[in-house]
């Protein structure tokens, strides 16, 4: 308990210094593009429960979806690409191959072919995580000394034993780090995806309070938008934390 | 060539020879032609200079490696993991490092399809078995957070649990300071006489196998092959570890291993 009182209080201190230096700067640069904390504050607890909510429900619900899309195809391609070498060695060229094209200039070619609505959105996101997925889970089983393996082979385990027993656990820490990963660029990506062919979401907000010129919300917005993504890493540290309990320290 | 099997041979290994397949050296067999008996409910040793198969020996009857020539038979059958229970105890212990001494302990079980969380009976035999062991107090720790010796014990535990048909261990306790080794062999003798399972032993310990086996293989190297057989009177026999017979035998068998040795390396120099 001590220890989380601890984090709490560490993290309290730091968001307040950073509020300090933002301040600062309002009041030296004293431009409207640049407007102090309190006013962002208040001009935010105006329109949250009003507008942003629902924009930030679409932005959350097309993150969850694009992440859960490219878990349930990225997991087991990863664990088949770790265990089985002959379907690594006929996977990995085109895993590699794709992996370093920049997916967001593919957008114009998914708006094409998913059309402008939700699916080209949540295609993106499954494009950004989805490599990242398969790459941290396959090598996570690839380093694994055969001799891990044996308890289990000597006593006849079947293949969903030795899956649940040593590659579940085992590749577990590194997926976890890659969704912490990807999720970062898929926050950014979802803000960009959702500038075109929508009027909800995070993006789509922040964008038309910058066009109608009201800074206040333009903030409010983008405070919310990072909110959002504190609490994504928060909510995989937990995950982590329950999950991987042998690596606590 | 036809060759026999005693009824009361728990393991025979039947001009055995693996050879390991790997990009440097394609063709040097880790083991060739090897042929041993293990009667039911005894312990055999298996004692030889590094390099020379021993663990491949293991491996086989494990099901681990796929045998060039020969075969593994298990009370006549062949080598099955599916169908005999087999206890693996390799030499860095097997423990799942994300699964608590407990549940590290119950896994051979479980994998069988025969522990049952909560069933009275079960959880007694657990509860006797870390007792015994003396490793009561660290069912919901980590493998990381155990000494070298402790994590022997939860190694033992798992197999003994699991009532296996036969027991293989590799060099099971040569990682632990001498003090602590001794300690285990008690602990594992103690153990093995409730239910005298079958067991393999590899080690490279003269002493360990005077005091184990009652029966003790010599093995040479290059390629791995069986040396010498003989009967050990003074195996499991704690009250004769002292006596002169018993220094008086490992002096002679360390001087047999070391000429198997040297022959080998003279072998080397001339070829």
Redesign the interface.
């Known amino acids: 308990m001590k220890g989380i009182s601890h984090t709490l209080l560490s993290y309290l201190t730091a968001a307040v210094f950073l509020l300090a230096i933002w301040w600062g700067l309002a009041l030296l640069l004293e431009l409207p593009i640049v407007p102090t904390p309190d006013k962002v504050f208040v001009r935010l607890t105006n329109v949250f429960a009003r507008d942003i909510l629902e924009h930030a429900a679409y932005s959350l619900w097309r993150i969850a979806a694009g992440l859960g899309l490219a878990v349930c195809i990225g997991y087991p391609l990863g664990v088949i690409m770790g265990y089985f070498r002959q379907a690594d060695r006929f996977l990995s060229p085109f895993v590699y191959l794709t992996y370093p094209i920049p997916k967001i200039a593919l957008l114009p070619i998914l708006m094409l072919l998913a059309g402008v609505g939700e699916l080209s959105k949540i295609l993106m996101i499954f494009l950004i995580i989805v490599f990242q997925v398969v790459v941290a889970v396959r090598d996570a089983i690839r380093t694994l000394p055969e001799?891990?393996y044996?308890?289990?082979?000597?006593?006849?385990?079947s293949l969903g034993?030795i899956f649940r027993?040593?590659i579940l656990?085992?590749s577990l820490p590194k997926f976890i780090t890659a969704i912490r990963v990807a999720m970062a660029t898929a926050v950014s990506v979802l803000f960009f995806t959702e500038t075109f062919g929508t009027q909800y979401g995070m993006g789509y907000y922040i964008m038309d309070a910058w066009l109608r010129v009201n800074y206040l919300e333009m903030y409010a917005g983008i405070l919310v938008l990072s909110v959002m993504g504190l609490l994504l890493f928060g909510i995989i540290d937990c995950f982590e934390h329950v999950a991987?309990?042998?690596q606590r320290k | 060539m036809k060759w026999h099997m005693n009824p009361t041979d728990m393991i025979a290994f039947d001009h055995l020879t693996v050879r390991y397949r790997s990009a440097e050296c394609a063709a040097a067999a880790a083991i060739a032609d090897v042929s041993l008996t293990v009667p039911q409910g005894t312990v055999c040793a298996i004692i030889g200079p590094s390099g020379c198969g021993k663990s491949t020996l293991l491996r086989a009857v494990a099901g681990l490696v796929r045998p060039e020539g020969g075969c593994v038979k298990i009370a006549g059958g062949k080598a099955d993991p599916k169908k005999y229970r087999i206890g693996f105890m390799p030499q860095n212990y097997g423990l799942l490092p994300w699964q608590t001494v407990r549940e590290n302990i119950v896994l051979g079980c479980r994998i069988r399809h025969d522990w049952h969380a909560g069933r009275e009976e079960d959880e007694a035999r657990l509860a006797r078995l870390m007792a015994a062991l003396h490793i009561e107090g660290l069912a919901t720790r980590y493998p990381h957070e155990l000494s070298g010796g402790q994590q022997q014990r939860v190694s033992l535990a798992r197999s003994f649990l699991l009532q296996p048909d036969i027991l293989l261990m590799d060099e099971p306790f040569s990682a632990l300071d001498a003090i602590t080794r001794e300690e285990m062999q008690d602990v594992f003798l103690a153990l093995w006489q409730e239910q005298h399972v079958t067991t393999l032993l590899v080690t490279h310990y003269v002493e360990e196998a005077l005091y184990l086996g009652q029966k003790i293989a010599l093995m040479a190297a290059d390629p791995g092959r069986i040396a010498r057989v003989f009967d050990n009177s003074l195996g499991g026999c704690p009250e004769k570890r002292g006596s002169r017979e018993f220094f008086e035998m490992s002096r002679a068998l360390r001087e047999e291993i070391r000429g198997i040795s040297a022959q080998h390396a003279g072998e080397g120099a001339a070829s």
């Open positions: 001799e891990r044996y308890p289990l082979y000597s006593l006849g385990a034993q027993f040593v656990p085992a991987c309990r042998w």
